[in-house]
T-cell receptor, first 111, second 111 residues
């Protein structure tokens, strides 16, 4: 079974802080993704990566960056957190031709 | 602009009856469609998919229908069970790459 693990289930940070969200997958998947889920908006893609050190912008990359130094780990970085980045963040991974597998999410609150 | 739309935010169905969840899309290039199910405090889990070369795919109680001319997708669950109560997201992609998600439909199956 594919296991996608997000380091925190709940996180509370302050405006202006630099925030790191970590995601690890155990299936040697090449592709990894970061989404945010907001009520009435569904899941929106922030960034994705198809290989180590490779990254591509998704639909809403502003205010975020990512890091993929190792194949199994994909980090989402909020450079200077703002209240409009309060959301549920979901990480996913996939192999070519297969569906995406999601972690359980991190509910991030920015105060 | 939302390329994948789920116009019903919620649906209630009696246990044992059929649940029909609908999804519309605007991008005629989409060729791969999926349904995900999401329980509270968990990540979405893959349910069923269909490629554009088919018009129906069945997996146990779950059947997905694709009408390409209408750009419409539906998920049928029969018979519905209380454990099916969750939020259902449809998603679409071009070539099984990045997914575009709908906003979700909350299904409640009443015992």
């Amino acid at each position: 079974d594919v296991k996608v693990t997000q380091s925190s289930r709940y996180l509370v940070k302050r405006t202006g802080e630099k925030v790191f969200l970590e995601c690890v997958q155990d299936m040697d998947h090449e592709n990894m993704f970061w989404y945010r889920q907001d009520p009435g908006l569904g899941l929106r893609l922030i960034y994705f990566s198809y290989d180590v050190k490779m990254k591509e912008k998704g639909d809403i990359p502003e205010g975020y960056s990512v890091s993929r130094e190792k194949k199994e780990r994909f980090s989402l970085i909020l450079e200077s957190a703002s209240t409009n980045q309060t959301s549920m963040y979901l990480c996913a991974s996939k192999e070519r031709g297969q569906p995406q597998h999601f972690g359980d999410g991190t509910r991030l609150s920015i105060l | 602009d939302q390329q994948v739309k789920q116009n019903s935010p919620s649906l209630s169905v009696q246990e044992g009856r059929i649940s029909i969840l609908n999804c519309d899309y605007t991008n005629s290039m989409f060729d791969y469609f999926l349904w995900y199910k999401k329980y509270p405090a968990e990540g979405p889990t893959f349910l069923i998919s269909i490629s554009s070369i088919k018009d129906k795919n069945e997996d146990g109680r779950f059947t997905v229908f694709l009408n390409k001319s209408a750009k419409h997708l539906s998920l049928h669950i029969v018979p519905s069970q209380p454990g099916d109560s969750a939020v259902y997201f449809c998603a679409a992609s071009v070539g099984a790459n990045n997914l575009f998600f709908g906003t979700g439909t909350r299904l409640t199956v009443i015992p």
